[in-house]
């Protein structure tokens, strides 16, 4: 499958969870991007002109703040990187989120390699027994961290939809072994 076509069927889930989900939904469209944009600018300068502010005003800005990168404006999070620009934290439109998703992977696999040898190492010399689900929730663990270094609404929830779409992290998991089938044995003596 070509990533364009992964791509297509990854945004359709995603719209089928933000129309399940309530008005409140971390997943914003384009056009819910723009107007929650477009309300916390107008809440910026209501607030520097000393006018009155509604309750929406001092909600938009209690959660979320703008950022001017170039000739765009981005949503981020109210307060992320007051002190530091690293620790700024931005909201993602639905339409970016595969792409985000994919990064986080690359960075993940490329940075993280040693991390998880380090990890696997030490928890193999603790416990002796990995299950086999710990190579995907490591994955999971990983790719969450990383993508909420930089992101707001990068949830667990599309995470696994991304890991379940993703063909490279399907050739990654391992099959389970199967063991010895005593049904046949047991039939031989009757």
């Known amino acids: 499958m070509s990533v364009d076509s992964v791509k297509k069927i990854f945004n359709e889930k995603v ?10 939904s971390l997943f914003l469209d384009k056009e819910r991007y723009n107007d929650i944009l477009r309300e916390v600018k107008d809440a910026q ?46 909201y993602c439109k639905t339409e970016e989120l595969f792409d985000v998703l994919e990064t986080a992977l690359v960075n993940m696999d490329t940075k993280g390699q040693e991390v998880k040898d380090t990890v696997l190492f030490v928890i193999r010399k603790i ?39 993703c063909e490279q992290c399907q050739l990654k998991k391992k099959t389970p072994k199967r063991g010895l089938v005593l049904s046949h044995y047991m039939n031989s003596r009757c």
């Open 127 to 165: 416990i002796l027994f990995i299950p086999s689900f710990l190579n995907c929730c490591f994955f999971l663990s990983v790719m969450e961290t990383e993508l909420k270094k930089k992101y707001c609404n990068g949830t667990r929830q599309l995470i696994d939809l991304y890991l379940a779409l």
């Open 45 to 90: 300068i209501l607030r520097k002109n000393n006018q009155p502010l509604t309750s929406k005003h001092y909600r938009r800005l209690k959660k979320y703040d703008v950022m001017k990168i170039g000739d765009t404006q981005k949503l981020t999070e109210s307060g992320s990187g007051e002190n530091d620009d690293s620790n700024i934290r931005y």
């Open 15 to 24: 719209k089928e969870m933000n129309d399940a989900s309530s008005h409140m």
